[in-house]
């Protein structure tokens, strides 16, 4: 019988399910990984937007995440909304004691527009922790954050992954191109070579959470022992039918089906 294999979170809440915490352990289940979560920051929010966000105290996030590391193998793991420089210093402090891939979702802005991070913290996650990760997966205006420079094109989403790779020593990066016209194209940079990954863009504004379900995806395969390539070739797959099939439930941006390749399989 294979081992159970683990995937951990460390990120906001969701309270309307679609994105941060409870998102990424949806996520983690339906790709068969065992999900675990450390909780950084209580956000009250649904699909219209961000009504007020509580820090989790410092200590109890320390707490969190010892008793996880203390007990239970972890295959993988991702951060998600880490809002000030105090959380960044202590996930810095522990990663080196998780052995395992680490996926950073960059998250800074929600869906909504609403901002997620401090600004004076931006700075320390592009300096210290981008150096400790496996992936760095930002969107279009995260990338210009990290890079300090406009995107417009496909041929600037390359060169923005590049840096980020080779200036900031990310371990690799892949920029979604959500936010450019046409297609959706992302692009990987593993250091070495330049990867397109390309879906047909969905007429749809029901996309909230897309970026923690794709992270959280990569995560998953990586625990689950893929390369790099694959784990976000079928992670792209995964995060396609989730809006592809996703709810329109709500009054905002509704939140993307973590079941959808589940439907996709009964269809054809």
């Given at each position: 019988m294979t081992a159970v294999k683990t995937a951990l979170t460390i990120a906001g809440t969701d309270p309307s399910g679609g994105a941060g915490i409870q998102a990424d352990l949806k996520t983690f289940q339906e790709l068969q990984s065992y999900g675990m979560s450390i909780i950084t920051s209580v956000v009250a929010q649904n699909t219209t937007g961000v009504q007020s966000i509580h820090h989790v105290p410092l200590e109890m996030i320390e707490h969190q995440l010892d008793a996880v590391i203390s007990d239970i193998p972890i295959h993988a793991f991702k951060t998600g909304m880490i809002a000030n420089i105090e959380m960044m210093r202590l996930i810095?402090?522990?990663?080196?004691?998780?052995?395992a891939p680490y996926v950073m979702d960059p998250v800074m802005v929600a869906t909504s527009g609403d901002t997620l991070i401090e600004a004076n913290a931006r700075n320390f996650l592009r300096?210290?922790?981008?150096?400790?990760?496996?992936l760095v997966t930002p969107n279009i205006p995260e990338a210009e954050f990290l890079i300090g420079e406009k995107i417009e094109t496909i041929d600037d989403v390359k060169l923005a992954a590049a840096l980020i790779v080779e200036k900031f020593d990310a371990g690799a990066a892949l920029i979604k191109g959500g936010h450019l016209k046409g297609d959706a194209i992302d692009i990987l940079y593993d250091g070495n070579v330049m990867h397109r990954f390309s879906a047909k863009r969905i007429d749809?504004?029901?996309?909230h959470g897309t970026g923690c379900t794709y992270s959280a995806a990569i995560a998953a395969f990586l625990g689950q022992g893929l390369p790099l390539y694959n784990a976000v070739r079928q992670a792209k797959h995964f995060v396609t039918a989730a809006i592809a099939n996703s709810f329109p439930l709500g009054s905002g941006h509704g939140p993307t089906n973590h079941w959808a390749t589940r439907v996709e399989k009964v269809k054809q």
């Open positions: 810095a402090e522990k990663t080196p004691k998780i052995d300096e210290q922790l981008l150096p400790l990760t496996t749809t504004k029901n996309t």
